[in-house]
């Protein structure tokens, strides 16, 4: 009996030995590709339009390509799929969030701020208002918006990686960080937006791919009958029908509602703040151009969050056991790389380890493509914004730019390790969501007035991004997420700070229902408020600018 | 502010700005992407009110396993999807020959 035992035991050990082989070879595999790519890439990058916006030279399917590879982090291939897998129906909800924004940025935003911008955000802010403040704070709210996301990306690195390899020391998990960080260092600072680019186009097509086949093996499984995969999904989560209607994570109290519409509100609206994406649109020579990578922008991810549905209820319906457990510990994360475990022959099985490998690497290319791009947007908004321009008042060289841009990337990726490595406690959903509530709060009221509104001024900018800012971040170190919250079943803190310490009154985790309509509001008061007069002139040009292309970078 | 436009391209700016052709390339855009846009968001308000707060409608069985909540989230996809075709097939039809005679016009005024 013991003996038996002592053979499964060994037999298990060693197939994942090989799986742990297979993933740390194929990790190896994409970092070789990327970092092939990037020293491609680098051949060319010579001007700063080179360097921030990539020559101007992606077609539209290509930028869509990489938007998507851009957007689609850790957080929506982990962490959606794991939120199905755990919450059913709840999860879905993220995922619609993130599509439906997309169109707030293709109807309204991608194709003027082509036309009027040129390679930053504040870029588009500055355009017919006092450069120095406006410059300063843009490039403030960029850095905030890219340093939480980063966090997001390189906790879950940590956490995702030394889980894949099966070490579980702390040690592997700060290692593990540090590599992404030095990685997304030198795609950023050797390659730059083309090596970035290309990174993450080559990301998308991995993430899609890898979907793809899990999720018609999923399918497989069950006939490809979907309703069948939802039943059996509801029975193995022990919920019964509750696991496929709304309301499992959310419904409880009147609070957690509302903390769902404000987060739905935040997911909506943060999309077409996001410093990150927004540059992505400089990328290509014309808005036409621009408003065609929105369209498979919004193919690639819908699709791609269609897939996220069959594999959160498939993780639920496929995974049982010691893997479901797993799940469970890992928050969800681990749903996708168990699923593909188990539909690639279940744990100890060659085309288990195999799945489970390929998934892994798929995951690990999602976090190097999107540091990459925050990495890049934070250094080009410190390059361009604060030495450029509000330092050196326009007068610098565009090899000047370019070797500054190169140190900032340098100094933001060691803030990121510095600031990920103690960090690693945070709840990456948490992470990612404030992030789009500060792109919310912050960058969109200031960057629609100032395409709408003719009166709009410097003030009115300050007044937006500042508030936005400082009332987003303000409202969650007072809400929950960081004190008050107490403890749950097993006598886990649920907040940030010690139990002992509660500075908590609002009752909302997620703050953009309050401080989007505050940005809003005073980017209005701002303004009239101001005896500034904004210079018509400008605005008029603005205009023609931005519906017709005229004058626009090219 | 961004490098100032030559008096040649300030002029450009200033007589495109007043022109007919740019006032209905502007109200053109504005009428399709000003009702398009409320009418997504209260939309998706909508779906997510619901979601919260009208759970016998949610939880209905339409067929199988499927609900109202999971079909109307995929509709949510649909119209996203249908939304963005629909937009691209109104600005290239609508929007981009205005804009292409007014900028090819820019041009040749800002660089004459």
Known sequence: MSTSLAGITFA????????????????????????????????????????????????????????????????????????????????????????????????????????????????????????????????????????????????GAGALVSLLLG??????????????????????????????????????????????????????????????????????????????????????????????????????????????????????????????????????????????????????????????????????????????????????TTGGAILLALISAVAFATILAVVAGLTLTSASSVAHDLYASVWKKGEASGADEIKVARISAFVIGGIAIALAIPGQSLNVAFLVALAFAVAASANLPALLFNLFWKRFNTRGVLWSIYGGLISSVGLVIFSPIVSGKGVDATGKNLSLLPTSVDISWF???????????????????????????????????????????????? | MAERATPQAQAAYDRIHASDEFKQLKKTYMGFVVPMTVGFMVWYLLYVLCSNYAPGLMNTQVFGNVNIALLWGLLQFITTFGIAFWYARFSAKNMDPIADALNEAYEKEANA
Do not use: C
């Not at chain 1, 989007?516 to 408020?529: A, D, S």
């Open chain 1, 507 to 554: 009752p909302l985790e997620n703050p953009g229902i309050v401080s989007i309509p505050l940005g809003f509001l005073l980017g209005y008061l701002g303004t009239i408020t101001s005896k500034e007069r904004s210079s018509e002139d400008r605005f008029a040009e603005l205009e023609v600018r931005s519906l017709t292309g005229a004058g626009s970078e090219k």
């Open chain 1, 167 to 348: 070490v579980d020391s702390q040690t592997a998990k700060n290692l593990t960080i540090v590599a992404v960080g030095i990685l997304m260092i030198f795609y950023v600072v050797i390659g730059g937006m083309k090596g970035t680019t290309w990174v993450q186009i080559v990301k998308a097509v991995l993430l899609m791919g890898g979907t793809i086949l899990i999720s018609v093996l999923v399918l497989a499984k069950f006939g490809f009958n979907v309703s069948d995969l939802l039943g059996q999904a509801a029975q193995n989560s022990g919920k019964g029908s509750a696991f496929l209607e709304p309301g499992l994570k959310y419904g409880a109290t009147t609070t957690s509602k509302i903390d769902f519409i404000s987060l739905g509100i935040a997911l909506v609206l943060g999309t077409a703040g996001l410093p990150h994406i927004l540059v992505r649109f400089y990328t290509v020579p014309t808005a036409r151009q621009a408003r065609q990578s929105v369209l498979w922008a919004i193919g690639i991810i819908g699709s791609f969050y269609l897939l996220t549905l069959i594999l959160g209820f498939g993780a639920a319906a496929l995974v049982t056991g010691d893997a479901k457990q797993r799940i469970i510990d890992s928050g969800g994360n681990l749903a996708s790389p168990l699923l593909a475990e188990a539909v690639g022959g279940g744990p100890g």
């Open chain 1, 12 to 155: 298990q050990a060693s197939s994942s030995n090989d799986h742990q082989a297979l993933t740390a070879t194929l990790f190896l595999l994409v970092v070789l590709l990327t970092v092939g790519i990037t020293f491609w890439a680098s051949r060319n990058t010579k001007t700063a339009a080179d360097y921030y916006a990539g020559g101007r030279s992606f077609s539209g399917v290509q930028n869509g390509f990489a938007i998507g590879g851009d957007y689609m982090s850790a957080a929506s291939f982990l962490g959606i799929s794991g939120a199905i897998a755990l919450s059913g129906y709840d999860g879905f909800l993220y995922s619609i969030g993130f599509l439906v924004a997309w169109l707030v940025a293709l109807l309204l935003v991608a194709e003027l701020l082509r036309n009027s911008g040129r390679y930053t955000m504040a870029d588009q802010l500055a355009y017919r208002m006092r450069q120095t403040p406006v410059r300063t704070a843009a490039a403030t709210s960029t850095i905030v918006v890219s340093i939480f996301y980063l966090l997001a990306q390189m906790v």
